[in-house]
């Protein structure tokens, strides 16, 4: 007795029967029977995907499959969803004459129908490996007939050797002839086992097509939506599929490119799109947002704030860290006059791209169909190419860094939907760096960091004999004097912000005094000093700043 898959006891036909197991057969048959009457076999399908609109965190897809559907109630498997996704998202289109009852997703389903033998493709490699199978068959079974052939010449050698009737002449004639017969059939065997090998391959080719041909044309996934309908007329039915998954997102970043400060920026706006869905997106329409579907949507409520005692976090600043191609903060910053260049004009792939400003995000719709791998690599998605214009200056502060960079000031930017992200840097056809594009801020005017520009030379260096300690009774007094010099290696006329500070008292024992700003224009509030110089080719200019400090001599300032 044996079990087949449905775990139903069959009787192997072979074996000697008596009333008893003809009742278990009969027994066994109609159970068989009825289970197949009551079993509904699960139609598959696989889905393809069509569309992908990628959040910052997160994806929705949208899939479509066609089924052939009898009248009543059915269970479709499909196949070729993502693997992770959120069931509570899951959407099915379907005609009128289709009720979907209920969708369930799962990674783990298993069924005996997983193969649909009435393919034509899938049933011409079956007939292929079975008509292999029993060509095998035969050779094996030649090859076990020669096997037995050689053990019975062998048997008879050995009653050979023991007649001691047989003369010599004779006894000579039956060696050559087992000599010459078993070498033929060693050979003859040797064939026989590497026909049967290369048989094998050829069947294990076939097994390994026939499961190429039961995957789908994306590439495989474990996720499978489970979805029982009513159908109400026969025949082909087309599905929609839409839902969200967490395996994917996308990060804005630029390219910005700039051939000199008489030229417009080129930006290019490009995206990195990452998705390990388990599906791979073939010619796909590609949406990218700068929403986030994963957002709690539930306003929020202020609750009652209660003060407790504690230890508040220590921040310490280091004047001495080395500064970013970032600007943090230019509000103090005033327009100094310099040539603006050309409007934008939108060329290449900006064709391609619309923009669509909503309420609450901006998104991308892309006409050009995208391949995007299952791979969790960064896929590169241009998106617009813009010419910006912009005026340029550059802007130095000596006393953090001995480099002056090169701003570009971009105004009314916000019609160009900028999003936050890192834009590498290539000026006069050389890539500078990377720098950093914010456009959430509360300025007018969006400064962007060209990077560094090493042919203009800045030193700043402590002047000794204007400088130095004094001790008046009870107090300290302490002057320092800097000079800034500044010269301009490059071939055309440069403008400059020039920044540096003198410090500002927190005590009312200690007092600070400015001696010498050199024309600067000084913020009293924050302490900054701010020279608005043009500098012709080669020339060199010198500015000097000087202040004094008067605390009690019995305290010490850490960080003067």
Same mark, same amino acid.
């Given at each position: 007795?044996?079990?087949?898959?449905?775990?139903?006891?069959?009787?192997?036909?072979? #074996?000697?029967?008596?009333?008893?197991?003809?009742?278990?057969?009969?027994?066994?048959?109609?159970?068989?029977?009825?289970?197949?009457?009551?079993?509904?076999?699960?139609?598959? $399908?696989?889905?393809?995907?069509?569309?992908?609109?990628?959040?910052?965190?997160?994806?929705?897809? $949208?899939?479509?499959?066609?089924?052939?559907?009898?009248?009543?109630?059915?269970?479709?498997?499909?196949?070729?969803?993502?693997?992770?996704?959120?069931?509570?998202?899951?959407?099915?289109?379907?005609?009128?004459?289709?009720?979907?009852?209920?969708?369930?997703?799962?990674?783990?389903?298993?069924?005996?129908?997983?193969?649909?033998?009435?393919?034509?493709?899938?049933?011409?490699?079956?007939?292929?490996?079975? &008509?292999?199978?029993?060509?095998?068959?035969?050779?094996?079974?030649?090859?076990?007939?020669?096997?037995?052939?050689?053990?019975?010449?062998?048997?008879?050698?050995?009653? #050979?050797?023991?007649?001691?009737?047989?003369?010599?002449?004779?006894?000579?004639?039956? /060696?050559?002839?087992?000599?010459?017969?078993?070498?033929?059939?060693?050979?003859? @065997?040797?064939?026989?086992?590497?026909?049967?090998?290369? @048989?094998?391959?050829?069947?294990?080719?076939?097994?390994?097509?026939?499961?190429?041909?039961?995957?789908?044309?994306?590439?495989?996934?474990?996720?499978?939506?489970?979805?029982?309908?009513?159908?109400?007329?026969?025949?082909?039915?087309?599905?929609?599929?839409?839902?969200?998954?967490?395996?994917?997102?996308?990060?804005? &970043?630029?390219?910005?490119?700039?051939?000199?400060?008489?030229?417009?920026?080129?930006?290019?706006?490009?995206?990195?799109?990452?998705?390990?869905?388990?599906?791979?997106?073939?010619?796909?329409?590609?949406?990218?947002?700068?929403?986030?579907?994963?957002?709690?949507?539930? #306003?929020?409520?202020?609750?009652?704030? &209660?003060?407790?005692?504690?230890?508040?976090?220590?921040?310490?600043?280091?004047?001495?860290?080395?500064?970013?191609?970032?600007?943090?903060?230019?509000?103090?910053?005033?327009?100094?006059?310099?040539?603006? /260049?050309?409007?934008?004009?939108?060329?290449?792939?900006?064709?391609?791209?619309?923009? /669509?400003?909503?309420?609450?995000?901006?998104?991308? *719709?892309? *006409?050009?169909?995208?391949?995007?791998?299952?791979?969790?690599?960064?896929?590169?998605?241009?998106?617009?190419?813009?010419?910006?214009?912009?005026?340029?200056?550059?802007? #130095?502060?000596?006393?953090?860094?001995?480099?002056?960079?090169?701003?570009?000031?971009?105004?009314?930017?916000?019609?160009?939907?900028?999003?936050?992200?890192?834009?590498?840097?290539?000026?006069?056809?050389?890539?500078?760096?990377?720098?950093?594009?914010?456009?959430?801020?509360?300025?007018?005017?969006?400064?962007?960091?060209?990077?560094?520009?090493?042919?203009?030379?800045?030193?700043?260096?402590?002047?000794?004999?204007?400088?130095?300690?004094?001790?008046?009774?009870?107090?300290?007094?302490? $002057?320092?004097?800097? *000079?800034?010099?500044?010269?301009?290696?490059?071939?055309?006329?440069?403008?400059?912000?020039?920044?540096?500070?003198?410090?500002?008292?927190? *005590?009312?024992?200690?007092?600070?005094?400015?001696?010498?700003?050199?024309?600067?224009?000084?913020?009293?509030?924050?302490?900054?000093?701010?020279?608005?110089?043009?500098?012709?080719?080669?020339?060199?200019?010198?500015?000097?700043?000087?202040?004094? /400090?008067?605390?009690?001599?019995?305290?010490?300032?850490?960080?003067?």
């Amino acid at each position: 007795m044996i079990k087949s898959k449905n775990n139903l006891e069959v009787i192997d036909y072979f #074996a000697p029967r008596n009333d008893k197991h003809m009742k278990k057969l009969i027994l066994s048959i109609t159970l068989l029977v009825t289970a197949i009457s009551f079993a509904q076999k699960p139609i598959f $399908t696989s889905a393809k995907t069509k569309a992908a609109t990628v959040y910052f965190s997160g994806a929705e897809l $949208t899939q479509s499959t066609s089924v052939n559907l009898p009248v009543g109630t059915s269970e479709i498997v499909i196949k070729n969803v993502a693997d992770y996704l959120n069931e509570s998202t899951v959407q099915i289109g379907a005609p009128n004459n289709l009720t979907v009852m209920s969708v369930q997703f799962t990674q783990n389903y298993i069924s005996e129908f997983e193969i649909d033998e009435n393919n034509p493709s899938i049933k011409r490699v079956r007939d292929s490996i079975q &008509f292999l199978q029993k060509e095998k068959l035969k050779i094996y079974n030649d090859r076990i007939s020669h096997s037995k052939t050689i053990e019975l010449l062998d048997k008879n050698q050995q009653v #050979a050797g023991q007649n001691s009737g047989l003369s010599v002449a004779e006894l000579m004639k039956l /060696v050559d002839y087992y000599n010459s017969k078993r070498t033929q059939l060693n050979n003859t @065997m040797n064939l026989l086992s590497d026909k049967e090998a290369d @048989m094998q391959k050829k069947i294990d080719f076939l097994n390994k097509k026939l499961e190429i041909n039961t995957e789908k044309e994306e590439k495989a996934s474990k996720g499978k939506l489970i979805l029982q309908v009513m159908n109400e007329i026969a025949g082909n039915v087309n599905l929609d599929i839409s839902y969200i998954t967490n395996a994917a997102s996308w990060q804005p &970043f630029y390219d910005l490119r700039a051939e000199n400060i008489n030229t417009p920026i080129n930006l290019m706006y490009k995206a990195k799109v990452t998705q390990s869905t388990g599906i791979d997106w073939k010619k796909v329409k590609l949406t990218l947002s700068s929403g986030n579907p994963n957002q709690n949507n539930v #306003a929020p409520l202020l609750q009652a704030w &209660f003060l407790r005692y504690g230890y508040p976090a220590n921040y310490k600043v280091y004047n001495n860290a080395p500064a970013s191609n970032v600007i943090q903060s230019m509000e103090d910053v005033e327009a100094l006059g310099y040539r603006s /260049v050309t409007k934008k004009e939108q060329i290449g792939i900006s064709n391609y791209t619309e923009i /669509v400003e909503g309420q609450l995000n901006v998104s991308f *719709d892309i *006409d050009i169909p995208y391949d995007i791998l299952s791979n969790g690599k960064a896929h590169s998605v241009a998106l617009k190419d813009l010419k910006l214009p912009a005026t340029y200056k550059y802007y #130095a502060v000596p006393k953090v860094e001995k480099e002056a960079f090169l701003l570009a000031e971009l105004k009314d930017y916000s019609k160009y939907n900028l999003l936050p992200g890192e834009a590498n840097i290539i000026f006069e056809g050389m890539y500078v760096g990377k720098t950093v594009i914010n456009p959430n801020q509360t300025q007018d005017t969006l400064n962007l960091s060209m990077g560094r520009d090493k042919k203009i030379s800045i030193k700043r260096e402590k002047v000794v004999d204007k400088s130095g300690t004094k001790f008046l009774s009870s107090y300290k007094e302490q $002057t320092f004097t800097y *000079d800034i010099i500044v010269r301009n290696n490059k071939k055309e006329e440069i403008n400059m912000l020039l920044k540096d500070q003198y410090p500002l008292s927190t *005590d009312k024992e200690m007092t600070v005094e400015l001696l010498d700003k050199d024309g600067a224009k000084a913020n009293e509030e924050t302490g900054v000093l701010t020279w608005e110089i043009k500098l012709k080719p080669n020339e060199t200019k010198k500015y000097r700043i000087s202040y004094k /400090v008067k605390y009690p001599k019995d305290k010490v300032i850490g960080n003067l």
